[in-house]
């Protein structure tokens, strides 16, 4: 079983949107921290953004920042990623991941559950 899914990656012109989500079986995400990365070929997997479990208050990347928004839907039990205004450097894989604890954290190693990814590709 999966713990997370992704949904919502594909092929987009500069300029374009994407909606991305993340959806549990078995596991209630609102108990949860949610986290999105990405990894571009040959980098490292980085922290995108992120919304809390309590208040839906949310953390972003400066490269994403007034671009992109976190939500979540509790009564589908599913969290998404809105993606305006796309670049060529936002292509990657995406991941979202939960983390349980108190304290947004932007690092890797702060969340314990993972999707399988979903590609977002931005051509120019």
């Known amino acids: 079983q999966v713990p997370l899914v992704e949904s919502g990656g594909g092929l987009v012109q500069a300029g374009g949107s994407l909606r991305l989500s993340c959806a549990a079986s078995?596991?209630?995400?609102?108990?949860?921290?949610m986290g999105w990365f990405r990894q571009a070929p040959g980098t490292e997997r980085e922290f995108v953004a992120a919304?809390?479990?309590?208040?839906?208050?949310?953390k972003y990347s400066d490269s994403v920042k007034g671009r992109f928004t976190s939500s979540r839907d509790n009564a589908k039990n599913t969290v998404s990623l809105q993606m305006n205004r796309l670049k060529p450097e936002d292509t990657g894989v995406y991941y979202c991941?939960?983390?349980?604890?108190?304290?947004?954290?932007?690092?890797?190693?702060?969340?314990?559950?993972w999707g399988q990814g979903t590609q977002v590709t931005v051509s120019s």
């Open positions: 991941a939960a983390r349980t604890g108190v304290f947004v954290r932007t690092s890797v190693t702060d969340y314990d559950v």
């Open positions: 078995g596991r209630t995400l609102r108990n949860y921290i």
């Open positions: 919304i809390d479990s309590s208040d839906g208050n949310t």
